[in-house]
Protein backbone atom coordinates (compact mmCIF):
# COMPACT_ATOMS: atom_id res chain seq x y z
CA UNK A 1 0.00 0.00 0.00
CA UNK A 2 1.26 3.30 -1.30
CA UNK A 3 1.16 6.37 1.13
CA UNK A 4 0.85 9.92 0.20
CA UNK A 5 0.82 13.10 2.00
CA UNK A 6 -0.55 16.18 1.69
CA UNK A 7 -1.92 19.26 3.11
CA UNK A 8 -5.95 19.25 2.48
CA UNK A 9 -7.33 15.89 1.63
CA UNK A 10 -11.01 16.11 0.08
CA UNK A 11 -12.95 12.68 -0.17
CA UNK A 12 -15.68 13.44 -2.77
CA UNK A 13 -15.07 15.05 -5.94
CA UNK A 14 -19.10 16.23 -6.10
CA UNK A 15 -19.52 20.40 -6.39
CA UNK A 16 -18.77 20.71 -2.73
CA UNK A 17 -15.07 18.64 -3.58
CA UNK A 18 -14.45 20.62 -6.10
CA UNK A 19 -15.32 23.91 -4.79
CA UNK A 20 -13.29 22.95 -1.54
CA UNK A 21 -10.71 21.91 -3.36
CA UNK A 22 -10.34 25.50 -5.87
CA UNK A 23 -10.20 26.95 -2.45
CA UNK A 24 -7.96 25.67 -0.82
CA UNK A 25 -5.65 25.18 -3.75
CA UNK A 26 -6.20 29.33 -4.56
CA UNK A 27 -4.32 29.90 -1.04
CA UNK A 28 -1.18 27.71 -1.92
CA UNK A 29 -2.76 24.57 -0.10
CA UNK A 30 -1.58 20.92 -1.79
CA UNK A 31 -4.66 18.81 -2.38
CA UNK A 32 -5.44 15.50 -2.92
CA UNK A 33 -8.83 15.46 -3.96
CA UNK A 34 -10.59 11.79 -4.57
CA UNK A 35 -14.16 10.56 -6.41
CA UNK A 36 -16.02 7.58 -6.56
CA UNK A 37 -17.56 8.20 -10.28
CA UNK A 38 -15.96 9.03 -13.80
CA UNK A 39 -16.74 12.41 -13.66
CA UNK A 40 -16.06 15.39 -11.35
CA UNK A 41 -19.40 17.48 -10.26
CA UNK A 42 -21.98 14.79 -8.37
CA UNK A 43 -25.09 15.90 -8.74
CA UNK A 44 -24.56 18.23 -11.47
CA UNK A 45 -22.78 15.83 -13.55
CA UNK A 46 -22.24 11.77 -12.64
CA UNK A 47 -25.78 12.34 -11.53
CA UNK A 48 -26.92 13.99 -14.10
CA UNK A 49 -29.04 16.67 -12.81
CA UNK A 50 -29.25 20.45 -13.94
CA UNK A 51 -29.07 22.52 -11.36
CA UNK A 52 -31.82 23.66 -8.73
CA UNK A 53 -31.28 27.59 -8.18
CA UNK A 54 -32.70 30.43 -6.29
CA UNK A 55 -35.07 32.79 -8.17
CA UNK A 56 -32.26 35.60 -7.97
CA UNK A 57 -29.26 33.00 -9.02
CA UNK A 58 -28.26 35.63 -12.45
CA UNK A 59 -28.10 38.72 -9.57
CA UNK A 60 -26.77 37.54 -6.50
CA UNK A 61 -27.16 34.62 -3.92
CA UNK A 62 -23.68 32.53 -5.40
CA UNK A 63 -19.77 32.89 -4.83
CA UNK A 64 -17.82 34.02 -7.74
CA UNK A 65 -16.41 30.51 -8.47
CA UNK A 66 -19.80 29.24 -8.47
CA UNK A 67 -20.58 31.92 -11.00
CA UNK A 68 -17.46 31.48 -13.16
CA UNK A 69 -18.73 27.95 -13.24
CA UNK A 70 -21.98 29.00 -14.99
CA UNK A 71 -20.28 31.45 -17.09
CA UNK A 72 -18.29 28.55 -18.11
CA UNK A 73 -20.81 26.33 -19.32
CA UNK A 74 -22.58 28.95 -21.11
CA UNK A 75 -19.29 30.11 -22.86
CA UNK A 76 -18.58 26.38 -23.76
CA UNK A 77 -21.92 26.39 -25.79
CA UNK A 78 -20.91 29.36 -27.38
CA UNK A 79 -17.64 28.33 -28.35
CA UNK A 80 -18.15 25.10 -29.46
CA UNK A 81 -22.30 24.49 -30.42
CA UNK A 82 -23.42 25.90 -33.61
CA UNK A 83 -26.01 28.21 -31.34
CA UNK A 84 -28.52 30.35 -33.21
CA UNK A 85 -27.52 34.09 -33.59
CA UNK A 86 -30.42 34.62 -30.98
CA UNK A 87 -29.13 32.18 -28.67
CA UNK A 88 -25.60 33.17 -28.91
CA UNK A 89 -26.76 36.44 -27.64
CA UNK A 90 -28.59 35.78 -25.28
CA UNK A 91 -26.91 36.71 -21.60
CA UNK A 92 -28.75 34.24 -19.91
CA UNK A 93 -28.17 31.61 -22.41
CA UNK A 94 -30.18 28.29 -21.31
CA UNK A 95 -28.95 25.36 -23.64
CA UNK A 96 -32.13 23.10 -22.76
CA UNK A 97 -34.44 26.07 -22.04
CA UNK A 98 -36.05 23.75 -19.57
CA UNK A 99 -38.09 24.99 -17.01
CA UNK A 100 -37.08 24.13 -13.66
CA UNK A 101 -33.43 25.93 -14.06
CA UNK A 102 -31.84 29.06 -15.75
CA UNK A 103 -29.12 26.93 -17.02
CA UNK A 104 -30.04 23.70 -18.29
CA UNK A 105 -27.68 21.63 -19.76
CA UNK A 106 -25.36 18.79 -20.51
CA UNK A 107 -23.35 16.84 -17.63
CA UNK A 108 -20.60 16.61 -20.03
CA UNK A 109 -20.04 20.44 -20.60
CA UNK A 110 -20.13 20.95 -16.97
CA UNK A 111 -17.42 18.03 -16.56
CA UNK A 112 -15.27 20.00 -19.15
CA UNK A 113 -15.95 23.11 -17.25
CA UNK A 114 -14.78 21.87 -14.14
CA UNK A 115 -11.85 20.25 -15.43
CA UNK A 116 -10.51 23.31 -16.65
CA UNK A 117 -11.15 25.04 -13.75
CA UNK A 118 -8.69 22.43 -11.98
CA UNK A 119 -6.35 22.20 -14.91
CA UNK A 120 -3.71 24.88 -14.51
CA UNK A 121 -3.33 22.89 -10.67
CA UNK A 122 -3.03 19.84 -11.61
CA UNK A 123 -0.35 21.18 -14.09
CA UNK A 124 1.50 22.60 -10.83
CA UNK A 125 1.59 19.73 -9.16
CA UNK A 126 -0.30 20.75 -6.05
CA UNK A 127 -3.84 18.69 -7.34
CA UNK A 128 -3.42 15.10 -7.04
CA UNK A 129 -7.06 13.67 -8.47
CA UNK A 130 -7.52 9.96 -7.61
CA UNK A 131 -10.35 8.38 -9.73
CA UNK A 132 -12.35 5.87 -9.25
CA UNK A 133 -11.26 6.15 -5.56
CA UNK A 134 -13.60 5.09 -2.40
CA UNK A 135 -12.91 5.47 1.47
CA UNK A 136 -12.00 2.12 3.20
CA UNK A 137 -10.40 2.61 6.09
CA UNK A 138 -9.00 5.85 8.50
CA UNK A 139 -6.64 6.39 11.22
CA UNK A 140 -7.54 8.31 14.18
CA UNK A 141 -5.90 9.52 16.98
CA UNK A 142 -7.87 10.64 19.66
CA UNK A 143 -9.90 13.26 17.85
CA UNK A 144 -7.46 14.26 14.82
CA UNK A 145 -8.10 12.10 11.57
CA UNK A 146 -4.18 10.95 10.82
CA UNK A 147 -4.85 9.25 7.39
CA UNK A 148 -7.55 8.01 4.92
CA UNK A 149 -7.29 4.98 2.79
CA UNK A 150 -9.06 4.78 -0.05
CA UNK A 151 -9.07 1.82 -2.96
CA UNK A 152 -8.00 3.44 -5.75
CA UNK A 153 -8.72 1.36 -8.80
CA UNK A 154 -8.11 -1.63 -7.47
CA UNK A 155 -4.97 -0.65 -5.26
CA UNK A 156 -4.98 0.86 -1.95
CA UNK A 157 -3.36 4.21 -0.71
CA UNK A 158 -2.95 5.77 2.39
CA UNK A 159 -3.52 9.35 2.58
CA UNK A 160 -2.06 11.21 5.27
CA UNK A 161 -3.22 14.73 5.69
CA UNK A 162 -3.43 18.25 7.88
CA UNK A 163 -6.90 18.62 7.37
CA UNK A 164 -9.52 16.21 5.84
CA UNK A 165 -12.62 17.29 4.11
CA UNK A 166 -15.61 15.49 3.68
CA UNK A 167 -17.20 15.47 0.50
CA UNK A 168 -18.91 12.47 -0.14
CA UNK A 169 -22.35 12.11 -1.39
CA UNK A 170 -23.36 10.40 1.60
CA UNK A 171 -20.94 11.56 4.66
CA UNK A 172 -18.63 8.70 4.36
CA UNK A 173 -15.99 9.56 5.89
CA UNK A 174 -18.25 10.23 9.57
CA UNK A 175 -18.38 6.34 10.48
CA UNK A 176 -14.96 5.50 9.19
CA UNK A 177 -13.51 7.97 11.37
CA UNK A 178 -15.99 7.42 14.28
CA UNK A 179 -17.26 11.26 13.88
CA UNK A 180 -20.31 11.78 15.51
CA UNK A 181 -23.37 11.71 13.17
CA UNK A 182 -27.29 11.86 12.59
CA UNK A 183 -28.88 10.33 9.79
CA UNK A 184 -32.61 10.47 8.90
CA UNK A 185 -35.58 12.03 10.53
CA UNK A 186 -34.98 13.97 14.08
CA UNK A 187 -38.35 13.75 16.49
CA UNK A 188 -40.10 16.75 17.00
CA UNK A 189 -39.34 16.84 20.83
CA UNK A 190 -35.51 16.57 19.50
CA UNK A 191 -35.42 19.70 17.45
CA UNK A 192 -38.71 21.91 18.44
CA UNK A 193 -39.63 21.80 14.40
CA UNK A 194 -43.29 21.76 13.98
CA UNK A 195 -42.42 19.17 10.45
CA UNK A 196 -40.60 16.97 12.20
CA UNK A 197 -42.03 13.97 12.85
CA UNK A 198 -43.22 12.16 16.23
CA UNK A 199 -40.73 10.02 16.14
CA UNK A 200 -37.16 9.98 15.19
CA UNK A 201 -36.47 7.20 12.86
CA UNK A 202 -32.69 6.79 10.95
CA UNK A 203 -33.80 4.48 8.22
CA UNK A 204 -36.41 7.58 7.27
CA UNK A 205 -34.55 9.27 4.63
CA UNK A 206 -35.63 11.35 1.44
CA UNK A 207 -35.45 8.94 -1.96
CA UNK A 208 -33.37 8.48 -4.16
CA UNK A 209 -33.80 9.19 -8.00
CA UNK A 210 -32.34 6.83 -10.86
CA UNK A 211 -32.12 9.83 -13.72
CA UNK A 212 -31.85 9.26 -17.37
CA UNK A 213 -31.70 11.23 -20.27
CA UNK A 214 -33.26 10.57 -23.26
CA UNK A 215 -34.58 11.93 -26.56
CA UNK A 216 -37.19 10.59 -29.26
CA UNK A 217 -36.57 9.69 -32.64
CA UNK A 218 -40.15 9.55 -34.72
CA UNK A 219 -41.15 6.23 -36.45
CA UNK A 220 -38.49 4.26 -34.81
CA UNK A 221 -38.68 1.44 -31.90
CA UNK A 222 -36.13 1.14 -29.13
CA UNK A 223 -38.51 -0.11 -26.51
CA UNK A 224 -35.91 -1.74 -23.83
CA UNK A 225 -36.24 -5.26 -22.74
CA UNK A 226 -38.91 -5.99 -20.11
CA UNK A 227 -37.44 -5.19 -17.09
CA UNK A 228 -37.23 -7.81 -14.32
CA UNK A 229 -39.69 -6.44 -11.42
CA UNK A 230 -41.54 -4.30 -14.22
CA UNK A 231 -45.12 -5.50 -12.63
CA UNK A 232 -43.95 -4.87 -9.30
CA UNK A 233 -43.23 -1.29 -9.99
CA UNK A 234 -46.52 -1.34 -12.06
CA UNK A 235 -48.86 -2.51 -9.33
CA UNK A 236 -47.04 -0.20 -6.63
CA UNK A 237 -49.18 2.66 -5.37
CA UNK A 238 -48.38 4.85 -2.77
CA UNK A 239 -51.23 5.43 -0.34
CA UNK A 240 -50.98 9.29 -0.45
CA UNK A 241 -49.77 9.26 -4.60
CA UNK A 242 -53.58 9.56 -6.13
CA UNK A 243 -52.23 6.91 -8.88
CA UNK A 244 -50.04 4.33 -9.31
CA UNK A 245 -46.07 5.39 -9.17
CA UNK A 246 -46.04 4.03 -12.80
CA UNK A 247 -47.83 6.92 -14.12
CA UNK A 248 -47.86 10.73 -15.50
CA UNK A 249 -49.64 11.45 -11.78
CA UNK A 250 -47.79 12.43 -8.45
CA UNK A 251 -48.25 14.88 -5.66
CA UNK A 252 -48.36 18.70 -5.78
CA UNK A 253 -45.07 19.85 -3.24
CA UNK A 254 -46.79 22.15 -2.17
CA UNK A 255 -50.86 21.14 -1.95
CA UNK A 256 -50.38 17.38 -1.70
CA UNK A 257 -52.82 17.15 -4.25
CA UNK A 258 -52.67 14.43 -6.80
CA UNK A 259 -51.72 16.08 -10.27
CA UNK A 260 -51.20 14.85 -13.14
CA UNK A 261 -48.53 15.70 -15.72
CA UNK A 262 -48.19 15.75 -19.22
CA UNK A 263 -45.56 14.83 -21.81
CA UNK A 264 -45.45 16.35 -25.22
CA UNK A 265 -42.65 15.31 -27.03
CA UNK A 266 -40.54 17.95 -28.99
CA UNK A 267 -43.17 20.38 -28.45
CA UNK A 268 -42.73 23.80 -29.94
CA UNK A 269 -40.98 26.57 -27.47
CA UNK A 270 -43.76 28.75 -25.86
CA UNK A 271 -41.94 30.34 -23.03
CA UNK A 272 -37.80 30.96 -23.41
CA UNK A 273 -37.39 31.48 -19.71
CA UNK A 274 -37.26 29.04 -16.73
CA UNK A 275 -40.60 29.22 -14.72
CA UNK A 276 -41.01 31.61 -11.46
CA UNK A 277 -39.54 29.28 -8.50
CA UNK A 278 -41.80 31.44 -6.02
CA UNK A 279 -45.30 30.62 -7.83
CA UNK A 280 -44.54 27.90 -10.50
CA UNK A 281 -41.80 24.66 -9.48
CA UNK A 282 -42.20 24.19 -13.70
CA UNK A 283 -42.67 20.68 -13.30
CA UNK A 284 -45.91 19.99 -15.39
CA UNK A 285 -44.98 19.00 -18.86
CA UNK A 286 -42.29 16.72 -17.83
CA UNK A 287 -40.84 16.83 -21.49
CA UNK A 288 -40.10 20.97 -20.73
CA UNK A 289 -39.13 20.11 -17.21
CA UNK A 290 -35.63 18.95 -17.49
CA UNK A 291 -34.78 19.47 -20.95
CA UNK A 292 -31.05 19.95 -21.40
CA UNK A 293 -30.73 20.43 -24.83
CA UNK A 294 -33.60 22.64 -27.00
CA UNK A 295 -33.72 22.11 -30.74
CA UNK A 296 -34.73 25.86 -30.92
CA UNK A 297 -31.55 27.32 -29.51
CA UNK A 298 -29.68 25.74 -32.59
CA UNK A 299 -29.32 26.01 -36.05
CA UNK A 300 -31.64 23.74 -38.69
CA UNK A 301 -30.66 20.15 -38.07
CA UNK A 302 -28.30 20.09 -35.49
CA UNK A 303 -30.49 18.01 -33.48
CA UNK A 304 -33.69 15.89 -34.63
CA UNK A 305 -34.95 16.01 -31.03
CA UNK A 306 -34.29 17.41 -27.93
CA UNK A 307 -32.82 16.30 -25.27
CA UNK A 308 -34.23 15.80 -21.57
CA UNK A 309 -33.11 14.14 -18.25
CA UNK A 310 -35.61 12.70 -16.26
CA UNK A 311 -35.53 13.64 -12.47
CA UNK A 312 -39.54 13.18 -12.19
CA UNK A 313 -41.56 12.24 -8.87
CA UNK A 314 -42.59 8.54 -10.21
CA UNK A 315 -38.54 7.77 -10.13
CA UNK A 316 -38.13 8.65 -6.37
CA UNK A 317 -37.64 5.12 -4.54
CA UNK A 318 -38.90 4.73 -1.52
CA UNK A 319 -38.52 1.45 -0.07
CA UNK A 320 -35.51 1.72 1.51
CA UNK A 321 -32.03 3.59 2.51
CA UNK A 322 -28.79 2.98 1.20
CA UNK A 323 -27.62 4.49 3.74
CA UNK A 324 -26.41 2.38 7.17
CA UNK A 325 -28.66 -0.32 5.89
CA UNK A 326 -28.05 -4.04 5.17
CA UNK A 327 -30.02 -3.80 2.42
CA UNK A 328 -27.89 -1.01 0.77
CA UNK A 329 -27.14 -2.54 -2.30
CA UNK A 330 -30.47 -4.15 -2.87
CA UNK A 331 -31.99 -0.69 -2.52
CA UNK A 332 -29.42 0.73 -5.15
CA UNK A 333 -30.24 -1.74 -7.67
CA UNK A 334 -33.92 -1.31 -7.31
CA UNK A 335 -34.02 2.07 -7.66
CA UNK A 336 -32.28 1.73 -11.33
CA UNK A 337 -34.60 -0.78 -11.57
CA UNK A 338 -37.43 1.32 -10.99
CA UNK A 339 -35.98 4.11 -13.90
CA UNK A 340 -36.21 0.95 -15.94
CA UNK A 341 -39.58 0.22 -15.21
CA UNK A 342 -40.52 4.13 -15.76
CA UNK A 343 -38.31 3.80 -19.27
CA UNK A 344 -40.38 0.37 -20.34
CA UNK A 345 -43.88 2.06 -18.94
CA UNK A 346 -43.37 5.09 -21.23
CA UNK A 347 -42.26 3.63 -24.07
CA UNK A 348 -45.14 0.84 -24.26
CA UNK A 349 -47.85 1.87 -22.34
CA UNK A 350 -48.03 6.10 -21.34
CA UNK A 351 -50.93 7.84 -22.55
CA UNK A 352 -50.04 10.16 -25.68
CA UNK A 353 -51.47 13.33 -26.23
CA UNK A 354 -53.27 12.18 -29.57
CA UNK A 355 -55.06 9.33 -27.16
CA UNK A 356 -52.42 6.62 -28.23
CA UNK A 357 -50.52 4.50 -25.77
CA UNK A 358 -46.83 4.40 -25.61
CA UNK A 359 -43.39 6.04 -27.14
CA UNK A 360 -41.37 3.72 -28.26
CA UNK A 361 -39.30 6.50 -30.27
CA UNK A 362 -38.24 7.27 -26.85
CA UNK A 363 -34.56 6.91 -27.00
CA UNK A 364 -32.28 6.87 -23.86
CA UNK A 365 -28.89 8.40 -24.69
CA UNK A 366 -25.76 6.92 -23.37
CA UNK A 367 -23.24 9.24 -24.80
CA UNK A 368 -25.11 12.01 -22.01
CA UNK A 369 -25.40 10.28 -19.48
CA UNK A 370 -21.69 9.13 -19.70
CA UNK A 371 -22.57 5.18 -19.28
CA UNK A 372 -23.47 2.61 -21.20
CA UNK A 373 -27.15 2.31 -20.82
CA UNK A 374 -28.14 6.25 -20.76
CA UNK A 375 -29.05 5.91 -16.86
CA UNK A 376 -26.38 8.05 -14.62
CA UNK A 377 -23.90 6.85 -13.91
CA UNK A 378 -24.98 7.24 -10.17
CA UNK A 379 -28.26 7.57 -8.14
CA UNK A 380 -29.30 11.46 -7.37
CA UNK A 381 -28.43 11.69 -3.45
CA UNK A 382 -30.78 14.00 -1.84
CA UNK A 383 -29.96 13.33 1.95
CA UNK A 384 -26.46 12.29 3.78
CA UNK A 385 -25.33 11.37 7.34
CA UNK A 386 -24.68 15.22 8.66
CA UNK A 387 -22.40 15.87 11.48
CA UNK A 388 -23.30 16.39 15.10
CA UNK A 389 -22.35 20.26 15.19
CA UNK A 390 -21.72 23.00 17.04
CA UNK A 391 -24.67 24.56 15.51
CA UNK A 392 -28.02 22.52 14.11
CA UNK A 393 -30.00 24.85 11.67
CA UNK A 394 -33.10 23.91 12.51
CA UNK A 395 -36.74 24.88 10.81
CA UNK A 396 -37.21 27.57 13.62
CA UNK A 397 -34.42 29.37 11.77
CA UNK A 398 -35.52 29.78 8.24
CA UNK A 399 -39.25 28.91 7.83
CA UNK A 400 -40.76 31.91 7.05
CA UNK A 401 -44.05 31.35 9.11
CA UNK A 402 -42.23 30.40 11.96
CA UNK A 403 -40.26 33.41 11.72
CA UNK A 404 -43.01 35.94 11.44
CA UNK A 405 -41.62 37.07 8.27
CA UNK A 406 -40.02 36.50 4.71
CA UNK A 407 -36.66 38.51 4.88
CA UNK A 408 -33.29 37.22 5.02
CA UNK A 409 -32.48 34.55 7.72
CA UNK A 410 -28.83 35.52 9.51
CA UNK A 411 -26.58 34.04 11.29
CA UNK A 412 -23.43 36.47 13.45
CA UNK A 413 -21.12 33.44 12.12
CA UNK A 414 -22.38 33.32 8.71
CA UNK A 415 -20.03 32.05 5.77
CA UNK A 416 -21.86 31.98 2.62
CA UNK A 417 -25.77 32.23 1.85
CA UNK A 418 -28.47 29.77 -0.08
CA UNK A 419 -32.09 29.86 -1.07
CA UNK A 420 -34.76 27.06 -1.66
CA UNK A 421 -37.88 25.97 -0.17
CA UNK A 422 -37.28 23.38 2.04
CA UNK A 423 -38.37 21.18 -0.38
CA UNK A 424 -38.19 17.08 0.96
CA UNK A 425 -39.18 14.65 -1.22
CA UNK A 426 -41.25 11.46 0.16
CA UNK A 427 -38.89 9.33 2.07
CA UNK A 428 -38.47 5.92 2.95
CA UNK A 429 -40.29 6.05 6.10
CA UNK A 430 -43.81 6.61 4.54
CA UNK A 431 -44.04 10.45 4.67
CA UNK A 432 -45.44 12.79 1.51
CA UNK A 433 -43.68 15.51 0.87
CA UNK A 434 -43.08 18.84 3.39
CA UNK A 435 -42.58 21.76 1.03
CA UNK A 436 -42.40 24.64 3.67
CA UNK A 437 -41.86 28.72 2.60
CA UNK A 438 -38.03 29.35 3.56
CA UNK A 439 -36.14 32.72 4.04
CA UNK A 440 -33.31 33.36 2.34
CA UNK A 441 -31.12 32.20 4.82
CA UNK A 442 -27.44 31.96 5.88
CA UNK A 443 -24.36 29.28 6.00
CA UNK A 444 -23.81 29.43 10.04
CA UNK A 445 -19.82 28.51 10.71
CA UNK A 446 -21.25 26.58 13.70
CA UNK A 447 -23.16 24.10 11.70
CA UNK A 448 -19.16 23.18 9.84
CA UNK A 449 -17.63 22.52 13.03
CA UNK A 450 -17.38 18.63 14.72
CA UNK A 451 -18.62 18.85 18.24
CA UNK A 452 -15.56 16.76 19.14
CA UNK A 453 -13.18 16.19 16.07
CA UNK A 454 -10.30 18.85 15.31
CA UNK A 455 -9.43 18.32 12.05
CA UNK A 456 -12.48 17.01 9.99
CA UNK A 457 -14.80 18.97 7.96
CA UNK A 458 -18.09 18.50 6.08
CA UNK A 459 -17.75 19.97 3.06
CA UNK A 460 -21.06 18.90 0.80
CA UNK A 461 -25.00 18.05 2.13
CA UNK A 462 -23.24 16.93 6.07
CA UNK A 463 -23.20 19.70 7.70
CA UNK A 464 -25.23 20.59 10.57
CA UNK A 465 -29.05 20.61 9.28
CA UNK A 466 -31.76 18.25 10.48
CA UNK A 467 -33.74 16.20 8.11
CA UNK A 468 -35.64 19.42 7.68
CA UNK A 469 -33.46 21.82 6.58
CA UNK A 470 -31.19 19.40 4.81
CA UNK A 471 -34.15 20.21 2.02
CA UNK A 472 -33.18 23.86 1.74
CA UNK A 473 -29.27 23.34 2.31
CA UNK A 474 -28.90 20.15 -0.16
CA UNK A 475 -29.24 22.09 -3.77
CA UNK A 476 -26.30 22.57 -6.01
CA UNK A 477 -24.67 26.35 -5.26
CA UNK A 478 -25.43 25.56 -1.89
CA UNK A 479 -23.24 22.74 -1.40
CA UNK A 480 -20.92 24.65 -3.75
CA UNK A 481 -20.47 27.43 -0.93
CA UNK A 482 -20.60 24.68 1.81
CA UNK A 483 -17.20 23.22 0.07
CA UNK A 484 -15.84 26.40 -0.96
CA UNK A 485 -16.39 27.98 2.91
CA UNK A 486 -14.69 24.76 4.36
CA UNK A 487 -11.61 24.68 1.67
CA UNK A 488 -11.33 28.41 3.04
CA UNK A 489 -11.44 27.30 6.47
CA UNK A 490 -8.94 24.16 5.77
CA UNK A 491 -6.36 27.17 4.69
CA UNK A 492 -7.21 29.76 7.40
CA UNK A 493 -5.93 27.52 9.77
CA UNK A 494 -3.26 26.13 8.52
CA UNK A 495 -1.60 29.37 7.85
CA UNK A 496 -2.28 30.54 11.71
CA UNK A 497 -1.80 27.28 13.19
CA UNK A 498 -5.24 26.59 14.28
CA UNK A 499 -7.98 24.33 14.77
CA UNK A 500 -11.69 25.11 13.22
CA UNK A 501 -13.24 25.03 16.65
CA UNK A 502 -11.06 27.95 17.66
CA UNK A 503 -11.80 30.23 14.45
CA UNK A 504 -15.69 29.90 15.26
CA UNK A 505 -14.78 30.40 19.47
CA UNK A 506 -13.78 33.69 18.75
CA UNK A 507 -15.68 36.65 17.26
CA UNK A 508 -12.01 38.38 16.12
CA UNK A 509 -11.01 35.15 14.37
CA UNK A 510 -14.52 34.76 13.09
CA UNK A 511 -14.56 38.44 11.70
CA UNK A 512 -11.15 38.09 9.86
CA UNK A 513 -12.13 34.85 8.43
CA UNK A 514 -15.60 36.40 7.27
CA UNK A 515 -13.11 39.07 5.66
CA UNK A 516 -10.88 36.38 3.65
CA UNK A 517 -14.40 34.82 2.12
CA UNK A 518 -15.72 38.35 0.84
CA UNK A 519 -12.26 38.98 -0.57
CA UNK A 520 -12.58 35.55 -2.03
CA UNK A 521 -16.06 36.47 -3.82
CA UNK A 522 -18.36 34.60 -1.50
CA UNK A 523 -21.22 36.43 -0.75
CA UNK A 524 -21.92 36.13 3.29
CA UNK A 525 -25.24 38.18 3.53
CA UNK A 526 -28.58 38.33 1.48
CA UNK A 527 -29.89 41.51 -0.13
CA UNK A 528 -33.28 42.47 1.75
CA UNK A 529 -35.71 40.27 -0.32
CA UNK A 530 -38.29 37.78 0.46
CA UNK A 531 -38.62 34.50 0.67
CA UNK A 532 -40.90 32.40 -0.76
Known amino acids: MSRVETDVLIVGGGLGGVAAALAALRRGQRVVLTEQYAWLGGQLTSQIVPPDESYWVEQFGVTASYRALRDGIRDY ?69 TSVTVDH ?16 ETGDLLPLTGTEYVLGAESRTDTGEPSAAETADPRNVQAVTWCFAFDHEE ?49 PIVERGASDQRTDAGDRDLWEFRRILARENFRAGFLDSDVVVANWPMLDYLDGSIIDDPDAETHLEGAKELARSYVYWLQTEAPRPDGGTGFPG ?30 TIV ?7 LRGHGGPATFDDTVGVGMYRIDIHPSTGGDNYIDVECAPFEIPLGALIPVRMRNLLPAAKNIGTTHITNGAYRLHPVEWNIGESAGELAAFCAERSLE ?33
Open 395 to 401: EQDISVR
Open 362 to 391: LRLRPDVAGTDDGFAQAPYIRESRRIVARR
Open 500 to 532: PAQVAAGDALVAAFQSRLIEAGIEIHWPEIIGY
Open 153 to 168: DGVRREIAASFVLDAT
Open 77 to 145: YREHYPLTEGARSERHLNPGLGRVSRLCHEPRVAVAVIDAMLAPHRASGRLTVLQPAIPVAASVDGDVV
Open 219 to 267: GADHTIERPAEYERFRRMQPEFWGAPLLSFTAPDPRTLEPVVRTMHVNP
